[in-house]
């Protein structure tokens, strides 16, 4: 089993920067990679940003560069730094952790709001 704890979330203002934390812990072996999903009320969940097991990493398009996924010097944490953030960027995020032999792991949430 593997268990994710997101952490960072909050009430931001539209143009300012929030960075979360996803620390994963448990069974984790072979290769793998961890990413950050969204999901705004009454849409579907989405991809943000992913990292993989060598740090290669992918983002969605919509985000115009203003993301940004990276591990901690633990491999097993994983951030994503969130600049110039606007309204439509709230919803909640949620880490993923998947690998061909681990299966899909996700954690609760956190709550990220942009308003003024």
């Known amino acids: 089993q593997v268990q994710l704890v997101e952490s960072g979330g909050g009430l931001v203002q539209p143009g300012g920067s929030l960075r979360l934390a996803c620390a994963a812990s448990?069974?984790?072996?072979?290769?793998?990679?961890m990413a950050w999903f969204r999901q705004a009320p009454g849409k579907q969940r989405e991809l943000v940003a992913l990292i993989t097991s060598d740090d290669s990493t992918n983002y969605a398009d919509s985000l115009e560069g203003r993301f940004t996924i990276s591990r901690g010097n633990a491999k097993n944490t994983v951030y994503l730094q969130m600049n110039s953030l606007k309204p439509e960027d709230t919803a909640v995020y949620y880490c993923?952790?998947?690998?061909?032999?681990?299966?899909?792991?996700w954690g609760q949430g956190t709550q990220v709001t942009v308003s003024s």
């Open positions: 993923n952790l998947h690998g061909p032999l681990l299966g899909v792991y």
């Open positions: 448990g069974s984790i072996f072979s290769r793998y990679t």
